[in-house]
C-alpha cells in the first residue's frame, strides 16, 4: 500500500577511510553548491558576465552561508549550550565524556544562511559594479531554492528536524532515533516544495519578470517562507525562543519578516533594466 509507515534506518556515512568518513549530509551541501556553481555559469554566460566574476562569487556564496548557517544555529536555536562551548561555534568538535570529537558541522539553520548570505552578497557587489545588488540577488535565488531542497535531503538522511507524529499508518518511522511510530517526512515535504519554487523561480528568470530589479528575490522570500512557515506546523519542535514569544515556533516567527519584506518586494511597481 503507498499510503504506509517507512522504517528508515540509513547509516549517516556514504563511505569510511579510517576515522574520515564522508557524510551524506555533506554530500548534500557538495551537490548543492556544485549545482549552484554550474547554473549561476550559464545565467552569467547568458548575460555576457566575466566569468572571473562569478569565482568570486561562489566563494563569498559557500563562505558566509556556512558561516551565518552556523551563527544562525547557535543563537537562534542553541545560545543555551553554546555560551558553555564557544571553542565549538566554529570547530566541528563536540565534548564528550573522554574529551572532544570530531562531528562535523551538524547545527545550521537556514534563516541564518539567509542573513550571511546577504551580508556576503552586499560585500561581493563591490567586485561586480556593472550591476545593481538586486541584480545579484534575483539571479542566485534560483540555484540557492534548488540547493535548499538537496540540503533538507540531507537532514532526511540524518533523521533531524523530523515531523510530528502522524497518529496514523502513514509516515516514517524513524530507527535510528529509536522510535517506533511514523512522523510525517518534514524533511522531504520541504525538499519537494523548494524543487517547485525552483521551477517557478527559473521560469520567471526566463520571462520579463526578471527586468523587474527585486522581483524575484521577492518572490523567493515570499515561497521559501510561506513553505517554511506552513511546514513547522507538522515539525516537532527546533527549540529557540518560543517560550518567550508563544503561538509560533522560532522558525516562523523568523519567517514572517522575510515573507513580508518578500510581499513588498514582488508588488512594487517600479520596472528597473537589468543593466
Known sequence: MFLAKIDWAPSET???IGSFGVHYYSLMFVIAFGLGYFLMKKIFEKEKIPIEYLESLFVYMVVSILLGARLGDVFFYSWDYYQDHLIEILLPIRETPNGYTFTGFRGL???????GSLIGLYL?????????LLWVLDRVTVPVALGASFVRLGNFFNSEIVGKYTGTNFGVVFLNNRETLPR???????????LILFFVLRAAYNSPKKDKQGYM???????MFSIRFLIEFIKESQGGFEEIM???STGQWLSIPLVILGLF????????ASS
Open 14 to 16: 556514504l563511505f569510511k
Open 109 to 115: 539553520a537556514s534563516h541564518g544562511a539567509v542573513i
Open 124 to 132: 561581493y557587489k563591490r567586485k561586480l559594479k556593472e550591476r545593481s
Open 184 to 194: 510525517h517526512p518534514a524533511q522531504l515535504y520541504e525538499a519537494l516544495c523548494y
Open 217 to 223: 528575490i521577492g518572490l523567493f522570500f515570499t515561497g
Open 246 to 248: 508563544p503561538f509560533f
Open 265 to 272: 518586494l514582488v508588488f512594487r511597481q517600479n520596472k528597473v
